[in-house]
T-cell receptor, first 112, second 110 residues
Framework: DQQVKQNSPSLSVQEGRISILNCDYTNSMFDYFLWYKKYPAEGPTFLISISSIKDKNEDGRFTVFLNKSAKHLSLHIVPSQPGDSAVYFCAASARAGYALNFGKGTSLLVTP | DVKVTQSSRYLVKRTGEKVFLECVQDMDHENMFWYRQDPGLGLRLIYFSYDVKMKEKGDIPEGYSVSREKKERFSLILESASTNQTSMYLC?????????FGSGTRLTVV
């Protein structure tokens, strides 16, 4: 039973434009959300996170938005760069220390 | 920086073999996790451990076991490898809310 859903398996964006990756969750107990980026043959690396007490967190070109009432979060990358091409995983947990639940991932391709 | 080291990047094993995947972290974290990643299925939790000699089943524990004899080391064991266990295996350590992942082990069972 998938509690974290990324409904778009892939996304293609032109360099310099905005990339928007979406994530939905079903468990109302989730209160911490993260995005990970993964290149082939490497482990995922942490990108950005947000706790349920906030609705936005920004780090350079990356911004995560959380809509708790809709159980939806999104990752915005502005401007997109070819080096951003990777698989992005959304993850969530109920309380720090609990196991993370991951979505299936969205493969982002940024074209020059 | 926290380092999570998985002993092998690539492994090829035969069906029926017992396989050990090793993971070591260098920051004295209590929480460690094993996931597998498959195309179209994302990251699925196999087992995790909150402390030495403690283990909890994740979402897909069948065919696997784990060992945590020391805090820094968390081993995943495939009791009798099967072809459907061909996958990328990822170990993670967790100091707080987020994970630090190892580089992964690409296991092929033939």
């Amino acid at each position: 039973d998938q509690q974290v859903k990324q409904n778009s398996p892939s996304l293609s964006v032109q360099e310099g434009r905005i990339s928007i990756l979406n994530c939905d969750y079903t468990n109302s107990m989730f209160d911490y959300f993260l995005w990970y980026k993964k290149y082939p043959a490497e482990g995922p690396t942490f990108l950005i996170s947000i706790s349920s007490i906030k609705d936005k967190n920004e780090d350079g070109r990356f911004t995560v938005f959380l809509n708790k009432s809709a159980k939806h979060l999104s990752l915005h990358i502005v401007p997109s760069q070819p080096g951003d091409s990777a698989v992005y995983f959304c993850a969530a947990s109920a309380r720090a220390g609990y196991a993370l639940n991951f979505g299936k991932g969205t493969s982002l391709l940024v074209t020059p | 920086d926290v380092k999570v080291t998985q002993s092998s990047r690539y492994l090829v094993k035969r069906t029926g073999e017992k396989v050990f995947l090793e993971c070591v972290q260098d920051m004295d974290h209590e929480n460690m996790f094993w996931y597998r990643q498959d195309p179209g299925l994302g990251l699925r939790l196999i087992y995790f451990s909150y402390d030495v000699k403690m283990k909890e089943k994740g979402d897909i524990p069948e065919g696997y076991s784990v060992s945590r004899e020391k805090k820094e080391r968390f081993s995943l064991i495939l009791e009798s490898a099967s072809t459907n266990q061909t996958s990328m295996y990822l170990c993670a350590s967790r100091p707080g809310a987020g994970y630090t992942f190892g580089s992964g082990t690409r296991l092929t069972v033939v």
